[in-house]
């Protein structure tokens, strides 16, 4: 961590970090009653989660435009945590919370059935070798996980620069009896335009120079069960 971060995270630490001493050292979150979100915010307010914000680039400034909802990241790394941390305070944001926990065990266990108003992953680790395809975090599994987690009507948000990342999501995805492609239509592609509301990051950029052009994807959580 820089000598900011590390100022951010013991001066702010408490703010942000939910706490989860029972994690620590592996990530995977044990079976234990789920988060109470009023407790932790303060407040009453729908519910987005963002996995794997990295330093944050894009969470904070899109966490302070919404202050109506409440904020939960899920990152396992403490320099990204740190990073969240403090560009969040710098900013001024309340309405956020960092989660230092696994996704699929997090969601499982630190929150309720129909908890989330919208999810975002954007720009995932790819694990693009084919020996660890199955490292990826977009699964049928992980389907299921998100699915039990979002309301219905909520939506999944999806981006990343890796083409053969982009069909593997479709091709999970665009099967799971419990989402629907808000962009498969007579008219369309199923391919999302870019959402406006994510800035861009340096992380995006050097994929871009790269000659990776970004794939956007937006699913809505159905009413089957």
Known sequence: MTDAQERAWQTYGG????????????????????LDLVALFGREAELIVEI???????????????PDHNVLAFEVYRAGA???????SAAGVTNLRIAMADAASGLTHLL????????????????HKQR???RRLVSTEFADVVASRLRPGG???LATDWDDYARWMRTVLDAHPA??????????DGWAPRWSDRPVTRFERRGTVAGRAPRDLTYRRTTTP
């Open 15 to 34: 703010d942000y970090l939910v706490d989860l001493p029972e994690v620590l050292g592996t990530a995977v979150v044990p079976p234990r009653p789920p």
């Open 52 to 66: 794997g914000p990295g330093m944050g680039e894009s969470l904070v400034p899109m966490a302070r435009a919404r």
């Open 82 to 88: 740190a990073g969240i941390i403090h560009k969040a």
């Open 112 to 127: 309720t059935p129909g908890a989330i108003s919208e999810l975002w992953t954007f720009f995932p680790d790819p694990w």
């Open 132 to 134: 660890h395809h199955k």
């Open 155 to 157: 939506l999944w948000r």
């Open 179 to 188: 989402f629907e492609n808000l962009h498969l239509s007579s008219d369309g």
